[in-house]
């Protein structure tokens, strides 16, 4: 059975290179035989998160719903954009509001646990969002106990490393992705 792979970006803007990244991920994934689903946080819209507010009216649906869409997934592909040499107040936000929600004798953050991540970054900069990386596995890993594959995928000068159907010019970066992602899949694959 091929594993399930989720595959987002952390950035909603126009033209965003991580979704852009995001894009011949979900192609290699499928290529490879993964059962791959591709979401936009846009279509999952949250308020900023505050304890008092959650206390009040609890979690709010669309977390509960990217938690779920996380929970059927054995493996997960996060491309990242750099913000101030960290992750976007986007993915921060949703993954914080992932981390609260819990089904019923479930222990806390359990649905980062069981599952694989993998994790790529696309920049202009001559870093390629290597810093957010380093900020979003901090996260992942001692924030959420998730499980983050050593690999990751970080793309230079991301406004000249795609053509026009978001394919990877930069062969260091297109092996690299595909690298990558074959670990995921091997890791998901271990996980399920």
């Keep these: 059975m091929p594993p399930k792979i989720l595959v987002f970006a952390g950035s909603i803007r126009t033209g965003s290179y991580n ?18 689903t591709r979401i936009s946080l846009e279509d999952y819209p949250l308020p900023l998160y505050d304890g008092d507010a959650e206390a009040q009216s609890g979690v709010p649906a669309n977390a509960r719903n990217l938690r779920d869409m996380m929970a ?30 819990r089904e019923r004798g479930e222990p806390p953050l359990a649905v980062f646990k069981g599952r694989a991540f993998a994790i790529g970054g696309a920049s202009n900069s001559p870093y390629g969002a290597v810093r957010s990386l380093m900020a979003l596995r901090q996260v992942l890993e001692l924030g959420c106990g998730a ?20 394919n990877l010019t930069d062969d260091r970066a297109a092996n690299t992705l595909k690298r990558v992602l074959g670990r995921l899949i091997e890791t998901a694959r271990e996980m399920a």
């Design 19 to 36: 979704a852009r990244l995001a894009a011949p991920a979900a192609k290699e994934l499928t290529l490879t035989g993964a059962d791959v």
């Design 72 to 101: 059927a997934h054995s493996g997960v592909f996060i491309a990242s954009p750099e913000y101030n040499a960290s992750v976007t107040p986007l993915l921060k936000n949703a993954i914080d509001w992932i981390s609260r929600v």
């Design 147 to 166: 499980l983050v594959i050593p690999e990751q995928v970080t793309v230079f000068r991301a406004g000249e490393a795609f053509d026009d159907n978001d």
